[in-house]
């Protein structure tokens, strides 16, 4: 069993970015720059949210998708390939930076792309979750219909629904299933 990988604000911040959109929820695209500002400068990145301009949504939306391909890719090797591809588009290398509990991490420096500051703020929080608890913690919710990613921080590394909405939704049906049976 591997490790859980820490709810860091940086990681928050990339997993608000991927659940603003979700087939689920009308309208289904939530994303906007103006929320994504707030929500940078909500877990302590005011430089990161000054970066973005009015006019990098369609940025943004590319990004979320290359990162959602991380999590629908279909095996952990998959995964790592797609997540060093976005990684390889987004830095211009990596350096070593204080953390806020006063140890060491490994970030990637932005590369001169567009939301280059948030792009590598994002893919580099989920480069360290993949290296702290392993590609198998990346996933796509099982729940027919939906397919949002997620990323598992259960103890026994075992989620396979993105919220409790579908966890819900599945436990439904499946027992639906089993009454129907004669």
Request: proline share 10%; net charge positive.
């Amino acid at each position: 069993m591997s490790p859980v990988p820490p709810l860091e604000p940086a990681l928050r911040l990339a997993i608000s970015l991927l659940h603003s959109h979700w087939v689920l929820q009308e309208p289904a695209d939530r994303l906007t720059v103006p929320a994504t500002r707030a929500t940078a400068r909500e877990l302590g990145f005011p430089e990161v949210a000054a970066s973005l301009r009015d006019d990098d949504l369609p940025h943004l939306r590319a990004l979320r998708d290359r990162l959602h391909a991380v999590f629908a890719a279909p095996d952990p090797a998959a995964r790592v390939a797609t997540l060093n591809a976005v990684l390889g588009e987004v830095s211009g290398g990596m350096t070593v930076e204080g953390d806020a509990d006063g140890g060491l991490r490994v970030a990637p420096t932005p590369a001169p792309v567009p939301v280059g500051p948030f792009a590598a703020l994002v893919t580099g929080a989920l480069a360290r979750a993949l290296v702290i608890g392993g590609a198998d913690r990346f996933g796509v919710c099982a729940a027919p219909g939906c397919g949002a990613p997620y990323l598992d921080r259960t103890r026994s590394a075992r989620q396979r629904f993105c919220c409790e909405l579908c966890t819900n939704r599945a436990a439904a049906a499946a027992y639906r299933s089993r009454s129907k049976r004669p």
